[in-house]
């Protein structure tokens, strides 16, 4: 009874910006951590930021000082920024979320992906 719905994805230009949005809905008690992975063809899953409950975000090495992931717990929302862009940054893009739907008991839910193509 959960549902976390991406948006924002897209075509951009090498340098571009781009920003992703996340909400999730449904009959949850709370959530833990939201963040955001990607996956490229032929390669793993890997994790882009996460925002743990109480805690500071976490970036992959490869997009620190580029991306930025806000959170907002009261909406249950999580948005990543990406800025100066690189076509090596072209995955489908996925919101996560530890969400609790009775109490003490989380479980991973994810989005559906969205697109992003960075190219000329």
């Known amino acids: 009874q959960v549902q976390l719905v991406e948006s924002g994805g897209g075509l951009v230009q090498p340098g571009g910006s781009l920003r992703l949005s996340c909400a999730a809905s449904g009959s949850f008690v709370s959530i833990s951590s939201m963040g955001w992975y990607r996956q490229a063809p032929g390669n793993q899953r890997e994790l882009v930021a996460t925002i743990p409950s109480g805690g500071r975000t976490d970036y992959a090495d490869s997009v620190k000082g580029r991306f930025t992931a806000s959170r907002d717990n009261a909406k249950n929302t999580v948005d990543l920024q990406m800025n100066t862009l690189k076509p090596e940054d072209t995955a489908v893009y996925y919101c996560?979320?530890?969400?609790?739907?009775?109490?003490?008991?989380?479980?991973?839910?994810w989005g559906q992906g969205t697109q992003v193509t960075v190219s000329s």
């Open positions: 996560h979320a530890g969400v609790a739907v009775t109490t003490n008991t989380y479980q991973a839910y």
